[in-house]
């Protein structure tokens, strides 16, 4: 009899944001003459930069020619990639990363979402709490907890994020060998600075833990005394491994490409304490599952960095930003408490009470949000607004909520 796999029966719910589609579908069907602005899932809206288009169609062509033609490239990426992030996304800033410590692959939510298998099952995990629930979901699937209780799984240590502590947890008092931090963060838009990005490294030292660091938003860093990578940090070589992605920052979340860092010299342990290097663990998963991200768009991401590019992703990222600084200002008048919008294009609010509740009397408004229940227990209470969409939606969303929340 071929049984499943009886963790995903522990999931209480589906994944949030097909969760919110199907809401948002229903409704639509329902009110098939209304307006709907989407403010939910941070999916971009401007076109690609135009130096990307470029480059994938000329690369495009290039598949098409005898002697251009690619087949199988090294799933690793190829190293026009991957050296050209080493000195731009790393070098710049002082963080010790090489060109083959680099994994392109073709999204931050796959290889987060993948990483758990090169840790054994009886890992402890922490998480912060409002999270990506991407990283929750993927251990609940294999089995490092128990079923949910009141919101939370049994066996996963939650590390509460609040309005006191910016939506930036302390480490735990006690031991964990599994770290997730997001910043900026995704729901929250909170960054944490150097020290606390040291305080996290320290305790993993000291731990024997390791850290996966999700860096997908760090492009919308404005400040610039927050760190944008954990390698801007001593010491982080050794206990963390990195995540980014190409999805926000330049406009691929269709397109899809992405890269995670696993520096040569990051260790985990076996049962018996000896130690082995992740690189090689997540090499050999990464060629046993994975085939490369296509040529035509390592081609584009490559376009990211070069001649015209960096110029035309950062008119799109400061289009967003400018979003976002509406979105807060015009919420903040509202009277509500944000935090976000400044360094992440999430503008997180306090909504006070039932955070779906808040999402319906949004939507029947003709606006999407996130609702912050949707991100763990501590973000019942919440929503999040997206700052992609363009301008004109972002005004027009902004009077509709207005003019809800007046009622
Ligand atoms: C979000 O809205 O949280 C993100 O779009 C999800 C993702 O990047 O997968």
């Known amino acids: 009899m071929i049984r499943i796999n009886e963790n995903y029966l522990k999931l209480t719910s589906s994944y949030l944001f097909a969760e919110i589609a199907r809401r948002v579908a ?14 939910g899932i941070g ?39 991957r050296e050209l992030i080493a000195k731009n996304d790393f070098e710049t800033r002082g963080a010790d990363v090489s060109a083959d410590e680099i994994f392109v692959s073709d ?5 987060t979402g993948n990483i758990q298998e090169l840790f054994a099952p009886d890992v402890t995990v922490a998480v912060p709490d409002p999270v990506y629930p991407v990283y929750v979901d993927t251990n609940v699937m294999a089995g490092r907890t128990d079923k949910s209780v009141d919101g939370r799984y049994q066996g996963l240590v939650y590390l509460d994020g609040t309005m006191g502590n910016g939506f930036v947890p302390p480490p735990p008092n006690g031991h964990v060998d599994l770290i997730y931090l997001c910043y900026p963060n995704n729901p929250t838009g909170a960054v944490a ?12 030292s000291a731990e024997k833990a390791l850290i996966l660091f999700d860096a997908a938003y760090e ?15 001593d010491g982080a070589r050794e206990v963390a491994i990195e995540f980014r992605s190409f999805s926000k920052t330049a406009g691929f979340t269709g397109t899809r490409c992405a890269f995670t860092v696993v520096p040569k010299s990051c260790i985990a342990y076996d049962a018996a304490g000896n130690s082995h290097p992740l690189h090689a ?6 060629t046993t599952k994975f085939n490369g991200v296509s040529y035509p768009v390592q081609r584009a991401a490559e376009a990211i960095y ?3 590019g960096p110029a035309q992703v950062r008119e799109s990222i ?61 973000g019942e209470g919440f929503i999040r607004l997206s700052a992609f969409n363009s301008r004109e939606n972002v005004e027009k969303a902004l009077e509709k909520i207005g003019a809800a929340v007046k009622k």
């Open 107 to 111: 999204g931050a939510k796959c290889d």
């Open 193 to 204: 600075t150097k020290a606390q990005l040291r305080a996290w490294v320290d305790y993993a």
């Open 318 to 378: 400061d289009y967003y930003m400018a979003n976002a600084k509406l979105v807060k200002e015009k919420m903040g008048a509202l009277g509500y408490k944000c935090t976000g919008g400044v360094n992440a294009p999430y503008i997180w609010i306090e909504c006070g009470g039932d955070s779906w509740k808040f999402f319906d009397t949004l939507l029947n408004a003709g606006v999407v949000c996130t609702p912050g229940a949707g991100f763990g227990k501590c």
């Open 43 to 81: 999916d971009v809206t401007r076109p690609l930069p135009k130096a990307c288009v470029e480059a994938f169609r000329k690369a495009a062509a290039e598949m098409g020619e005898a002697d251009g033609f690619r087949g199988y490239g090294p799933e690793q990426g190829y190293a026009f990639l």
């Open 306 to 308: 070069i001649e015209e």
């Open 281 to 286: 663990l997540w090499n050999r998963r990464h």
């Open 219 to 233: 492009a919308f860093i404005t400040d610039p005394s927050i760190p944008h990578s954990i390698y801007e940090i």
């Open 26 to 39: 229903a409704f639509q069907k329902e009110n098939p003459q209304k307006e709907i602005i989407r403010l």
